[in-house]
T-cell receptor, first 114, second 114 residues
Framework: GAGVSQSPSNKVTEKGKDVELRCDPI?????LYWYRQSLGQGLEFLIYFQGNSAPDKSGLPSDRFSAERTGGSVSTLTIQRTQQEDSAVYLCASSLDRITYEQYFGPGTRLTVT | AQSVTQLGSHVSVSEGALVLLRCNYS??????LFWYVQYPNQGLQLLLKYTTGATLVKGINGFEAEFKKSETSFHLTKPSAHMSDAAEYFC????????????FGEGTQLTVNP
């Protein structure tokens, strides 16, 4: 079946602009995670969604970052007023439920802030 | 909080030689451990996982890892390296909080020489 998909695959934006990154999880997966991969920080957790529960936003680096998940499926990560330090690969992963430890990752969105 | 340390950011082996990538973890509760592989410009692919039960776990592409609680280690091995094994490898841990949010090591870049 289809895996996790992310769009766009690459995004170049100017400093100060807002960007939206999209994630389509595997159908039927109720848990969804966003991670960020950058040269300086490695792979770091950003946010976790489980079904209709309130998301765990504890990994978001600043209030410029927000995310939503509509209808328990597609998720959008929004970065407002982008800064150069936001340049990274943003990875989305999904798993069947909150207690299934196997996460399936999408190919990522490479964000470059100029 | 849990953490992961990968010893050696770069490992180089000859084709046909043993691959050994080291991972040590820190966790106050029983951990669940994973190895992921990342090929250039791709997302993360799960190689293998330890949750409960047998401490020697086998994964895809001939890799295996052994969970050693006394040594807080989860080293990844493969008896004979293949050119296609060249990639970056990440060790990760979860303790089941925030769903299964993963804490990753810094990664080890594996080079396989002909």
């Amino acid at each position: 079946g289809a895996g996790v998909s992310q769009s766009p695959s690459n995004k170049v934006t100017e400093k100060g602009k807002d960007v939206e990154l999209r994630c389509d999880p595997i159908s039927g997966h109720t848990a969804l995670y966003w991670y960020r991969q950058s040269l300086g920080q490695g792979l770091e957790f950003l946010i976790y969604f489980q079904g209709n529960s309130a998301p765990d936003k504890s990994g978001l680096p600043s209030d410029r970052f927000s995310a939503e998940r509509t209808g328990g499926s597609v998720s959008t990560l929004t970065i407002q007023r982008t800064q150069q330090e936001d340049s990274a690969v943003y990875l989305c992963a999904s798993s069947l439920d909150r207690i299934t430890y196997e996460q399936y990752f999408g190919p990522g969105t490479r964000l470059t802030v100029t | 909080a849990q953490s992961v340390t990968q010893l050696g950011s770069h490992v180089s082996v000859s084709e046909g030689a043993l691959v050994l990538l080291r991972c040590n973890y820190s966790s106050s509760v029983p951990p669940y451990l994973f190895w992921y592989v990342q090929y250039p410009n791709q997302g993360l692919q799960l190689l293998l996982k330890y949750t409960t039960g047998a401490t020697l776990v086998k994964g895809i592409n001939g890799f295996e890892a052994e969970f050693k609680k006394s040594e807080t280690s989860f080293h990844l091995t493969k008896p004979s390296a293949h050119m296609s094994d060249a990639a970056e490898y990440f060790c990760a841990v979860t303790v089941g909080t925030s769903g299964s949010r993963l804490t990753f090591g810094e990664g080890t870049q594996l080079t396989v020489n002909p």
